[in-house]
């Protein structure tokens, strides 16, 4: 099998492009060392080689179910596996030392996900929400939360979901029906159903801590009016809440991840047992839990509040944007993985004859020979590897912005992260799942069979492009709120970053051209956008938002490209000519294609909204 992560390209793009060492330079880091750093990836892709890799297609083919005592049954593998991510303490890598972390840069807890990302999706999902969910609690909180959801969490004793969509509402938040009344008690109780809710349930943890959107009484219509509550599965004193498992829902991909339908507040638990459960463990009470169980003479869950009423939506930011990022991270990772299994398979398999060679009786050569399989071997290394370092850039971002002493330099970092967050999300789900079907394809007829792994990676991805907001939402997020936010300043600052790796491109003698060629399109890119406004009919303008999504996203690929060829610039071996191949590639085949898409959105065309709905 082959390894779905490649160790040498993770230690260029951090250590001889991005220079993370540089960040123990910043107090929060200064414990830490590049031995350090080290340690934690050699121990995550030792367990995700041991014990997630092998679970992969285990989990794949033997989904969860709902057994006879209510409860989630997953394969013995999996929880297995779970198990020896919690016990190694890796959810702790990021937090802060008070709260029992690490206190390790964000870039090196992503460095290490994404080991267990390629290596078992569907079982990194439960870590990577746990995390979010726990990091959203330590900004927002209270002491006393903290004290009593954020501390499990860490220790993985708990684990955390995030619980937004409804079957009604889909992506659309404004139209969410959940509601919140107060009990009087400080507590809510929370009604309401939740939908797509994953690792919703299951018996990995003691406790399940849902972060819930939910209106409470005096909020303004739509978005202005969500509040976010902690719901737990167990309350402090162990007693069941009202929180039932409708359902699970069945997915293509991802299968080993709980996916459910939830029901908070509909009486199934309202006396805080739990029908037909047996040796049910109770959630051990967290230091500093409040032990008193909450009056439950009012139907429904019982949620606490996190923050303040009606400002809910601006709290699960935190996570969501987190979120995104991760999601662009697991894009990356399954299309890695993918890339990974097709070039072994290319080396190895033998098949045809070079077009140049006429004597039948030859022995046939490894498709790696041939053109048009290299080509394909090409664009997949190119989407992953690009992808990749531009994920771990967004995270160096984060370290940076989180760490940053001047408020003016915070504000840069935050607002240049603000603008690649969509992108960071969507262009990977839709790339790197590209590199999957291509992956495919270099496999010939076994790739879509289920002995071979490149099928289930594809499934797997095609979860990603809907994922935290679907591809069209990161379109219109991207046209219609990041490019012009605080008068175009989100635009106008990355151009301007863009601008200065060109700048440092024109004096490398086999950059200059491909900085020229960026930066002419950069250019144009800040015309058409300023041109799509000038309408003044918003409709109009976002009629296209997501080719706009598409065509920005491959140019911010190719200045990743462009970075990554600066950091390979005098460097020889076959490793550094496979990044200026693989560079090559993207700036020959793949950004010429953003000509077409920017000619169309400068033509303002309205095709998508002229269209009748009859006329389908």
Known sequence: MATPMSRRDLEFLLYEWLDVEALTSRDRFAAHSRDTFDA??????????????????????????????????????????LAEFRKAGLIAASFDEDLGGMQLPTVIRQASAVWFQAANA?????????????????????????????????????????????????????????????????TYRITGTKMWISAGDHELTENIVHLVLAKAPGGRPGVKGISLFIVPKFLPDGTRNDVALVGLNHKMGNRATTNTLLNFGDGTFSNGSTPGAVDTQPARSAPGAVDTQPARSAPGAVGYLVGEEHRGLSYMFHMMNEARIGVGFLATALGYAGY??????????????????????????????????????????????????????????????????????????????????????????????????????????????????VEQYYRDNRLNPIHEGA???????????????????????????????????????DAAGYAEVLQSTVDRLVKVTAHIWSSGDPKLALANATLYLEATGHIVIAWMWLEQLLAADGRTGDFYDGKRAAAQYFFRYELPKTGPQLDLLTALDRTTLDVEPSWF
């Open 340 to 453: 990974q299994a097709s070039l072994e398979y290319a080396k190895v398999r033998t098949q045809g004859r070079p077009v140049d060679l006429k004597d039948p009786s030859s022995k046939p050569v490894p498709i790696i020979e041939h053109a048009d399989v290299r080509r394909m071997l090409l664009a997949q290394k190119s989407y992953v590897e690009g992808a990749l370092g531009f994920e771990l850039y967004c995270s160096v971002l984060v370290d940076q912005a989180a760490t940053a002493t001047d408020a003016d330099e915070k504000a840069r970092l935050e607002l240049l992260l603000e603008v690649l967050t969509p992108i960071a999300k969507s262009w990977p789900s839709q790339w790197c799942l590209e590199a999957n079907s291509l992956a495919i394809q270099v496999h010939g007829g076994y790739g879509y069979t289920r002995e071979f792994d």
């Open 471 to 509: 591809h069209g939402i990161h379109g219109l997020d991207l046209l219609g709120r990041k490019v012009i936010m605080q008068g175009g300043a989100g635009l106008a600052l990355l151009a301007e970053t863009i601008g200065a790796t060109v700048a440092r491109a024109r004096e490398t003698p």
């Open 122 to 186: 569907a079982m990194s999902s439960y870590n990577f929400l746990t995390v979010g969910n726990a990091n959203l609690l330590a900004e927002y909180a209270t002491p006393e939360q903290r004290d009593t959801w954020v501390r499990p969490l860490v220790e993985g004793r708990f684990s955390g979901t995030m619980c937004l969509s409804e079957p009604q509402a889909g992506s659309s938040l404004a139209d969410i029906t959940t509601k919140a009344e107060p009990a009087g008690d400080g």
């Open 40 to 81: 934690v990836l050699e121990l995550s892709a030792d367990i995700a080689m041991k014990c997630f890799a092998p679970a992969n297609k285990i989990g794949d083919a033997n989904e969860p179910y709902i057994g006879d005592d209510g409860k989630v049954v997953l394969p013995d593998e999996v929880v297995a596996g």
